[in-house]
C-alpha cells in the first residue's frame, strides 16, 4: 500500500506534487533524466487495434515482412507527432520499445466493471477493461522495487499539461529544484506530461498518478516511485475514457 504517512500534504494550490528518491521529477521519469531537460509526452487519438487480417495482409504483400516489422508499421502510425496540441510534439522513436508494449486489445479475464484500470507491475503493463472479456492494454513503465505498493484507488482528479511542484523534501535533498518551489508550468519540459490522473483513496490524494513519459527507454522498467507512465500517445488514449472516479488496481508485484 501506499506510504500513508505521505497522504493529505497535497498543497491544493500547487497539487502536483510527487516524491522521488533522487530524481527531481517524481512523475515517473528516470532520475538522470528528471531535470527540466526531460522530455513531455508525445501525443495521439488513435486507437490501436492489432489482428486486422486486411491491414497486415497488405503490408505483407509488400515483401517478405516479419510480424516484429509489421507491427512496428503500424506503431509508427500511432505513435507519430501531436502538432496539433498545445505544445506541438515529435514522435516516439519506438526503435527503442519491444513491440509487445504496443497498445492492443487483447484477451483478459477480469471481474471487474469495463473502464476499469488495472496495472500489473510485474509484467509493465496497464489494463483498461473492455467488458467480454477484452481489455484495451499498454506499455508501462512502473515503480521501483522499494517503492512498490498495492491495493485499490481511484482517480480523483485529472489535468491536461499540469503544473508540477516539488515537494519540500525534494528540495532538501536536490537544492537545484528549489527554482521550482512555486510550480513549474505546463510543457515539454514539466515532468508530469500532457496528461495525468491523481490517484485518491478514501478522500486523501495518495501522492500517486497515471501521468504521461516521453521516454520509450522507461517503458518495460521501474523507474518511479510508485506511480506508473504511458507514452503520451497512450495517455491521450486512455484519459479522456477515464472519468473521475474510475476504479485503479494496483497488482501485488
Not at 505513435?79 to 498545445?86: H, L, R, T, V
Request: aromatic content about 8%; glycine content about 12%; overall charge negative.
Amino acid at each position: 500500500m501506499p506510504d500513508t504517512s505521505l497522504v493529505g500534504q497535497e498543497d491544493m494550490g500547487n497539487s502536483d506534487i510527487m516524491i522521488m528518491d533522487r530524481g527531481i521529477a517524481d512523475a515517473g521519469a528516470k532520475d538522470e533524466r528528471a531535470l527540466p531537460g526531460l522530455r513531455s509526452g508525445l501525443l495521439s487519438r488513435r486507437s490501436f487495434l492489432f489482428g486486422s487480417a486486411a491491414g497486415l495482409g497488405v503490408l505483407g504483400l509488400a515483401g517478405c515482412a516479419s510480424s516484429d516489422d509489421l507491427l512496428r508499421a503500424e506503431a509508427a502510425k500511432l505513435y507519430g507527432p501531436a502538432p496539433d496540441e498545445k505544445f506541438p510534439i515529435p514522435a516516439v522513436d519506438i526503435s527503442k520499445m519491444d513491440p509487445k508494449y504496443f497498445r492492443q486489445i487483447v484477451h483478459y479475464d477480469s471481474n471487474e466493471a469495463p473502464g476499469t484500470i488495472i496495472v500489473d507491475p510485474s509484467n509493465h503493463f496497464l489494463y483498461r477493461i473492455e467488458g467480454d472479456g477484452n481489455a484495451t492494454r499498454y506499455g508501462a513503465n512502473v515503480s521501483r522495487a522499494e517503492f512498490l505498493w498495492s491495493g485499490d484507488a481511484y482517480v480523483g482528479r485529472k489535468a491536461e499539461w499540469p503544473v508540477w511542484t516539488p515537494p519540500k523534501e525534494m528540495i532538501q535533498r536536490q537544492p537545484e529544484a528549489a527554482k521550482y518551489a512555486g510550480g513549474m508550468p505546463g510543457g515539454l519540459g514539466n515532468p508530469l506530461g500532457a496528461r495525468t490522473l491523481y490517484l485518491y483513496q478514501d478522500g486523501k490524494y495518495t501522492l500517486y498518478t497515471i501521468y504521461s513519459t516521453s521516454d520509450p527507454d522507461s517503458i518495460g522498467d521501474g523507474v518511479t516511485s510508485g506511480c506508473t507512465g504511458l507514452l503520451s500517445q497512450d495517455m491521450l488514449d486512455l484519459y479522456p475514457r477515464t472519468p473521475v472516479k474510475t476504479k485503479v488496481v494496483m497488482l501485488p508485484a
